[in-house]
């Protein structure tokens, strides 16, 4: 039997939207600067038990048992954070690859390729040939496309691949595109041929560092208080985390998803959403699929053309599964036991999802839901379909929203509509399309700007407490029969005061002081 008793600790109370946790906003969606929360659970500090990781028993002065005990000095203590959607090996490994965000144009970014180049080239044990990995760009608002040829011109004998910031597109030079047999091009891979190239990288850079990648993920995850993911890496996840397991990464909670193309080996293997493989930590994961496009790729799939469609080849962006394809999939994995994450941006493939939901009784979220008709939101409230959302991506996609989607931008991400109507709201990053950090997403869903801007769209703004219950996986209040997960935090995530700006600044600040995962220390920065 194992145990941690957590003592001197005060509660911060956590109700997740769907179990009522809706607070009152300013009419302009900024949080009130008189708004007092609910009386906190934790006025008056208590000690909490964990027992086998399950909270056993909440109050002041527990017995000291012989446990390890973990000094919570009057910290505030919160239910473990999760990151709803996260592609584990590629955030991981985004910290190792040359940094090419906030390029204006393609010349920008094969200048910094250049000067990488130049700087492998001149060490003294210089390989020639080793591939270049860079990552970040977005090109939505580029005067033109990029061009093959004109990173051939900067990179030398290195295979070059480049990949956008929403990871929906890659960029290769002649080298990378022979050595991974891609299909020839003149210029950026759109999806349909990306990919299936985007799971093959490996081939091409070697997966030496690839564990040792994802294991700096986890230990950051752990210092900003994330005790658990649902991860959407492509392969066989549900086989590779249990070896992650067994190796003695052992720090975080894991749900992997699958693709439609390993579901025949899950489901004939008998795998169902929520079971367990590995120590209680790793369970199966839901069905991914990817129904549409990206904004910034201009392939999001929406009711109308996109406002500056121009020449594009769809106007209206793409789908990758018609209705009947797609709604054999979701028969299929839900006659198995396994939930849908469904990837759907654009309003015509939300609307789509939610068809094939409806006509086979699947359950599960549709991710991203970025840009949604208004007829949609209590639909997805009336079909129980949980919306998973990334709120940091609307600090990104703010400007190119305006430019190709100006005449709805009121559409996208309503976090606050979604809560009213009654959708199940779950929060995440998408990393490393945006970082794995909870107060980050939880800042911007409280006041969606990031520099000197005012709220975009702040009528869709919701508060800190609201924030904060959509980013613990369907836990509140820490209390006897909560999983033995405890976040402390060196200060009140709640307090009330001074609008939506200074409550976003205050959650990006947030420190950790400790995170424990199933009873287990994780992270200790007291």
């Not at 946790?21 to 208590?46: F, K, M, W, Y």
């Not at 090109?139 to 051939?152: F, G, H, I, K």
Request: glycine residues 10%.
């Amino acid at each position: 039997m194992s145990s941690l008793l957590v003592r001197n600790v005060r509660l911060v109370p956590v109700t997740p939207p769907e179990l009522g946790g809706r607070h009152t906003a300013s009419a302009a969606g900024e949080l009130d600067s008189g708004q007092t929360v609910a009386a906190h659970a934790g006025s008056e500090p208590v000690d909490v038990r964990v027992v086998d990781g399950v909270v056993t028993q909440v109050g002041p002065g527990l017995a000291d048992d012989g446990s390890p005990v973990l000094e919570g000095e009057g910290r505030w203590a919160i239910p473990g954070l999760w990151d709803q959607h996260v592609h584990s090996a590629q955030a991981g490994l985004m910290a190792r690859r040359l940094d090419v965000s906030g390029t204006a144009g393609p010349e920008e970014v094969t200048a910094r390729v250049a000067e990488h180049v130049r700087s492998l080239d001149e060490r003294p044990d210089a390989d020639r040939t080793s591939v270049v990995s860079a990552w970040g760009h977005r090109s939505a608002t580029w005067s033109r496309p990029a061009t093959v040829a004109e990173l051939d011109a900067v990179s030398g004998d290195h295979p070059v691949v480049v990949v956008s910031g929403d990871g929906h597109n890659g960029w290769l030079n002649s080298l990378a595109l022979q050595r991974l047999s891609a299909p020839a091009t003149r210029h950026a891979l759109d999806e349909d041929d990306w990919f299936p190239v985007f799971g093959r990288l490996s081939e091409l850079t070697g997966d030496d560092d690839v564990e040792g990648a994802v294991a700096d993920l986890v230990a950051d995850a752990n210092a900003r208080g994330v005790v658990g993911i649902v991860d959407f890496e492509f392969g066989a996840g549900y086989a590779r985390w249990p070896e992650r397991i067994a190796a003695g990464l052992d720090t975080l909670r894991v749900r992997p998803a699958v693709y439609p193309e390993l579901l025949d080996a899950v489901v004939e293997a008998g795998l169902q959403t929520g079971q367990d493989l590995a120590a209680g930590l790793i369970t199966m994961g839901p069905l991914k699929i990817i129904s549409d496009g990206s904004l910034n790729t201009r392939t999001a799939y929406c009711c109308e053309p996109y406002v500056d469609a121009g020449s594009l080849e769809f106007p209206r962006g793409k789908v990758n599964f018609p209705l009947d394809r797609l709604t054999s999939l979701l028969s299929t994995a839900h006659g198995a036991g396994l939930e849908i994450a469904l990837h759907a941006i654009g309003d015509a493939a939300v609307e789509q999802a939610l068809a094939a939901f409806e006509a086979t009784g699947a359950h599960g979220a549709i991710e991203h839901a970025q840009l949604v008709t208004w007829s949609d939101v209590p639909r997805m409230a009336r079909l129980g379909v949980r919306a998973s959302v990334q709120p940091a991506h609307l600090l990104d996609d703010r400007d190119v929203t305006d430019v190709c989607w100006g005449d709805r931008s009121e559409r996208c991400f309503v976090l606050r509509s979604f809560i009213d109507a009654g959708v199940v709201l779950r929060m995440g990053s998408d990393a490393p399309v945006s970082p794995l950090d909870p107060w980050l997403a939880m800042a911007a869903a409280v006041h969606r700007s990031a520099d000197e801007r005012s709220a975009w769209h702040p009528e869709q703004a919701i508060t800190p407490a609201e924030a904060l219950g959509a980013s613990t996986d369907g836990q509140g209040t820490i209390g006897v029969g909560s999983r033995g997960d405890v976040v402390l935090l060196d200060a009140d995530p709640l307090v009330s005061g001074g609008g939506g700006v200074q409550a976003a600044a205050r959650l990006r600040d947030m420190r950790v002081a400790a995170t424990v995962v199933a009873g287990r220390v994780v992270h200790d920065a007291r």
